[in-house]
């Protein structure tokens, strides 16, 4: 993982800890750590399930060399997304402020907005891996970076053919790296789109204001 995305990954995860971490941040801290942590986990199964849905049909090899990538990237925007609506009401069903059944109202409510996503999600990933694939021509597993060439031996000398070849793999994953940031940043605003509409359907004094 290059340190572009490391970078990208970590600036997502933090921007999900502290948007959630608002929302409880005066709930005990051991609670906290808790709620944060099991919202993070329940997502990232459910971004396992949804990336395992759209490996269907799709190469291993093309499956592996994108699945740490996405997951990472898909698991803190869909905190961002569906998180902090069900953290607002555990903190005033903590605050007995509103009841149980309120509180797995909103839960309910907030699960089935995130199937709907995680579904549209699991399109866009199956398309991305479709578009991988359609590029795999031009790529060489058995091909190493160019920058693991120096130190070797002379007798190794690539010729044209293989530096050619080699470049071609090169511009190949700069290009896969583009297409999967632009399908990533247009999944993410359709699905803040989809979350902000329900949400502001379904509210109510009841239970979801």
Known sequence: MNIFIMLATLFANA?????VYQFIKRLPKMEKIIFIGISFAIMYVAVSISYWISSFGIEEIVNEALKSFITYILVPVNVIILVPFVARKYYKWRQNEIDKESLIKRIIIVSIVGIIILAFQTVYLKQIKKNVEAMKPTMSLDDE????????PMENKLTNEEIEKREEYNNSLKTIANTINTEITNQ???S????????????????LE
């Open 192 to 207: 803040n789109n989809i979350s902000n509409s329900i949400n502001s359907n379904t509210a109510n004094p009841s239970g």
């Open 15 to 19: 921007i999900a800890i502290t948007l």
């Open 145 to 152: 970076p160019q920058n693991e060439i120096q130190g070797k």
């Open 188 to 190: 993410e605003a359709q």
